[in-house]
């Protein structure tokens, strides 16, 4: 059965920073491009970041770039968002989420099939 | 970046409604997108892909339709754990987006 664990998240203030991981197993890690998707309180859902399989590629949106670092450690099956210089903006429940191909071309897009629970992030002084 | 547009954006419906979401996208996406359906408090579970390709274990009543710039959900007998919140994606680029959601209630 394919499980995707988030952890990490909590209260941190403005300008403060935090590490999210997402715990996978069921699969074959390693052999899966991973995304993180937010969710800030009551709104729709927003697509942050991306690694490709074996970490060489990553993706991030706009309104992250520059301030989060997406990471992967296939030898633990872990991915992770290094979450910097938090803003207001960026509290919202953070999910990782896993393409729904092995191996896919990272730069071509698919859909996620699998997704965790969610952690929250909470940006409050 | 691909801009994705649901309507409506609330639908309140009853049991047995055939109910219809639509969901366009502001350049062509070929049949590169999915469904999601979202409950309160839970992580989305992925529905539809390719437009029209249902998931394993998704019921019957769920389908897809579409291509290019304008998408359809439709469930054809709405039940009720059917009440919540679809969003649409589009994967025709590694920018995936999402529509702002439909709350059905």
């Known amino acids: 059965e394919v499980q995707l664990v988030e952890s990490g998240g909590g209260l941190v203030q403005p300008g403060g920073s935090l590490r999210l991981s997402c715990a996978a197993s069921?699969?074959?890690?390693?052999?899966?491009?991973m995304h993180w998707v937010r969710q800030a309180p009551g709104k729709g859902l927003e697509y942050v970041s991306a690694i490709s399989s074996n970490g060489d590629s990553t993706y991030y949106a706009n309104s992250v770039k520059g301030r989060f670092t997406i990471s992967r450690d296939n030898s633990r099956n872990t991915l992770y968002l290094q979450a910097g210089r938090l803003r207001a903006e960026d509290m919202a429940v953070y999910y990782c989420?896993?393409?729904?191909?092995?191996?896919?071309?990272?730069?071509?897009?698919?859909?996620?099939?699998?997704w965790g629970q969610g952690t929250l992030v909470t940006v409050s002084s | 970046d691909i801009q994705m547009t649901q309507s409506p954006s609330t639908l309140s419906a009853s049991v047995g409604d055939r109910v219809t979401i639509t969901c366009r996208a502001s350049q062509s996406i070929s049949s590169w997108l999915a469904w999601y359906q979202q409950k309160p408090g839970k992580a989305p579970k992925l529905l539809i892909s390719k437009a029209s390709s249902s998931e394993s274990g998704v019921p019957s009543r769920f389908s897809g339709s579409g291509s290019g710039t304008e998408f359809t959900l439709t469930i054809s007998s709405l039940q009720p754990d059917d009440f919540a919140t679809y969003y649409c994606q589009q994967y025709n680029s590694y920018s995936r987006t999402f529509g702002q959601g439909t709350k059905v209630e």
């Open positions: 069921g699969f074959t890690f390693s052999r899966y491009n």
């Open positions: 989420a896993r393409d729904g191909f092995p191996n896919f071309d990272f730069w071509s897009g698919y859909y996620m099939d699998y």
